[in-house]
């Protein structure tokens, strides 16, 4: 495929096969969906709508991720909680497997102000546990650099700096664990885009997630209505060797098509 057939969009939780269905018409070939809520739980996958499902993304070329739900705490380790935190992840990447998905985009949790190393520890075990898992499953994991909070904030993402990355990924050292690269979010952060291409490894993003904003708070902007400098980006990543899927995840169908047109003229 080349740049902008590998070009997609985060479908939230709609209807997976209405989302599939669009981009067949628009010849979008990848999909990053959220099995939280309505019509795409997890525990709403008969092998009959699997079957149907497969059967069009077959036939449209079109690859999907799972999302899971950042605001589900993976650093957590109160009794009972922990446990369904577990489960969770596991649910998703079994989803994953039946559909044959591409991966499943996975967090660090958040904290509190406090605990900060337990809630790291914690993190880290999990994921550990995690990619075991989906290393019996054929999985991919997808690990997301999350958004840096206001300081005054309460709750603040893990996994939201280069080094917080790093506490990951050089623990978790699986080919199934790889590296969902939020760009919007490491605009946030002194290092900037920049910093976590030249930090981390670009041989281990399965995806690249897009989005505009101006460096100070995380808000899901169009491009061009920020600061993101998205032609440079592109073209740093893909001389970095990236081949993989990008990932709208900003505004309505309309403005994903527009966008298309928008990184079409890039002429990358």
């Given at each position: 495929?080349?740049f902008i057939e590998r070009i997609g969009y985060d479908s939230g939780a709609a209807r997976l096969e209405e989302s599939l269905a669009f981009a067949a018409e628009h010849g979008i070939h990848y999909l990053d969906f959220s ?234």
């Amino acid at each position: 495929m080349d740049f902008i057939e590998r070009i997609g969009y985060d479908s939230g939780a709609a209807r997976l096969e209405e989302s599939l269905a669009f981009a067949a018409e628009h010849g979008i070939h990848y999909l990053d969906f959220s099995a939280d809520t309505g019509p795409n739980r997890v525990d709403n996958w008969p092998d009959d709508r699997l079957r149907a499902v497969r059967s069009v993304m077959d036939d449209h070329e079109i690859t999907v991720t799972v999302h899971t739900a950042s605001a589900v705490n993976v650093a957590e380790f109160a009794p009972h909680v922990s446990d369904g935190v577990d489960a969770y992840l596991r649910g998703n990447i079994d989803l994953a497997r039946r559909i044959t998905a591409h991966g499943v985009v996975v967090h660090a949790g958040m904290h509190f102000s406090s605990a900060f190393d337990e809630r790291m520890a914690a993190a880290r075990e999990r994921l550990m546990r995690a990619t075991d898992y989906a290393e019996n499953s054929g999985v991919n994991l997808f690990f997301e650099n999350l958004n840096r909070e206001p300081d005054s904030a309460e709750v603040h993402y893990l996994g939201h700096t280069v080094e917080e990355c790093r506490y990951f990924f050089d623990a978790i050292t699986s080919e199934r664990f790889g590296w969902a690269f939020t760009v919007n979010h490491a605009n946030l952060v002194p290092e900037g885009i920049g910093g976590f291409i030249d930090s981390l490894d670009v041989n281990r993003i399965g995806e690249v997630r897009l989005a505009d904003n101006t460096g100070e708070v995380e808000i899901h902007m169009l491009p061009g209505q920020g600061n993101i400098d998205f032609p440079a980006t592109f073209r740093r990543l893909e001389s970095a060797g990236y081949q993989g899927y990008y990932t709208m995840a900003f505004g309505s169908l309309d403005d994903k098509l527009a966008a298309l047109d928008l990184f079409r003229s890039y002429g990358i």
